[in-house]
């Protein structure tokens, strides 16, 4: 497909409730949204990017800047057949995963569309819903969490995942584990541990945690090595996995035992599934992590998580979960066995809401060849 221009949106969207991770809270949700044309065709991308560089380096004006003045030139007027003929094409530009992966996306989409077929059939998804759990910032107060615990199992969600950081970890973990004796529960810490202070963690080993996610330093696979070997709980590596080969390292050392893939962390979809497939052929479980996305990451999200190797809930809730009103003409709904449905329409399967996007939209610009 000959790619004649792109678009970029920097979008803004309030959130329903604010969300607080170890890093930072936010009351808006940040990203930008890729839009190629190609021909009459148009696809659409999300660069799940956030404003303030607190999950990982990247921010809306890097990638903004990185798709602006280095990807789009490198892909402007050429024929991509694929997604591999994009990577070899951006393999150049170091990191910024965030800022390719928008584009990739948006390739598929456009891909999909040209040839009639849904991403999931282009990934080789099998399922028509995946299951899926809710990821829970941290509140003003134990017992706030609680309900919000509370009302999202009344909702139907049945994989809880909760925001921790150093002082707001044993005893927070403890009390949902004992108001909720039966649900399945895992932690995130998004990085705000180091070896030593990880060490206040060690009474969630006795919860029947799902796993830990991302305790310790995002650079640092060789000390979260050390924290498997002291913990039973499987650890989950988030911000450590950039690339099928940081995966690779990961597995061969045990720094962790499942892996959270974020099409978007890894630099792509294909990425992604690059990493699924290693998982899978060593019997690794992966799920489908999510960065608070619009209808447009959600439906790759959903499309990624329909692949067999997806073997637990995906953090891919329902949109009323994020947003009172999103992008996307279609609305992701959560059905009462805590599923979500796989959008099946060519492409991403979904569609924009111009005058949502208009709203939601601070700043745009347009690339030409
Ligand atoms: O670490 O998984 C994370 C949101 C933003 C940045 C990082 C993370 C998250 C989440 C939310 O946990 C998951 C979701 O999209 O529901
Ligand atoms: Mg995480």
């Not at 309030?14 to 170890?22: A, D, I, N, R």
């Not at 995963?97 to 990934?123: I, P, R, T």
């Not at 959008?343 to 690339?367: C, M, R, W, Y």
């Amino acid at each position: 497909m000959i790619l004649d221009s792109i678009r970029l949106y920097h979008l803004r969207l309030p959130l329903v409730s604010p969300f607080e991770t170890s890093f930072g809270r936010i009351d808006h949700k940040e990203c930008i949204l890729v839009e190629i044309h190609s021909g009459g065709l148009v696809g659409y991308g999300e660069s799940s990017v956030e404003r303030d560089p607190g999950y990982n380096y990247e921010t809306v004006g890097t990638a903004w800047h990185i798709i602006n003045e280095f990807v789009a030139p490198l892909i402007l007027g050429q024929d991509i057949k694929d997604a591999a003929e994009f990577q070899s094409l951006v393999a150049g530009i170091r990191g910024h995963n965030l800022a390719k992966a928008g584009l990739e996306m948006a390739l598929w989409d456009l891909l999909g569309k040209s040839e009639g077929v849904s991403l999931k059939q282009m990934l080789g998804g099998e399922r028509e819903k995946v299951e899926v759990g809710v990821s829970i910032g941290i509140q003003e107060t134990t017992s706030s969490l609680v309900r919000s615990v509370e009302g999202y199992i009344e909702q139907g969600y049945n994989r809880i995942k909760i925001k921790i950081k150093p002082g707001r970890d044993i005893e927070e973990t403890s009390t949902i584990r004992n108001a909720f004796p039966d649900i399945p529960l895992q932690v995130d810490a998004n990085s705000a541990y180091s070896l030593e202070t990880s060490q206040v963690l060690k009474p969630l080993d006795d919860m029947d945690l799902l796993l830990i996610e991302q305790p310790l330093f995002e650079d640092d696979l060789w000390e979260h090595r050390k924290m498997q070997a002291q913990f039973k709980t499987p650890i989950c590596l988030d911000e450590s996995i950039i690339s099928v080969r940081h995966a690779r390292y990961a597995l061969e050392m045990d720094a962790c035992r499942i892996i959270n893939i974020k099409p978007g962390r890894v630099g792509g979809l294909s990425q992604g599934l690059a990493i699924h497939n290693l998982c899978h052929q060593k019997n690794v479980p992966v799920w489908c992590g999510g960065m608070l996305e619009t209808g447009i990451g959600r439906a790759a999200n959903l499309a990624l998580a329909s692949l067999p190797g997806f073997s637990m809930p995906g953090d891919i809730s329902a949109s009323d979960r994020y947003f009172q009103q999103d992008i996307t003409n279609e609305k992701f709904i959560l059905n009462p066995d805590s599923t979500i449905e796989v959008p099946s329409g060519p492409g991403l399967g979904v569609t924009i809401n111009e005058d949502a996007l208009q709203h939601f939209t601070v700043d745009k610009i347009e690339i030409k060849s």
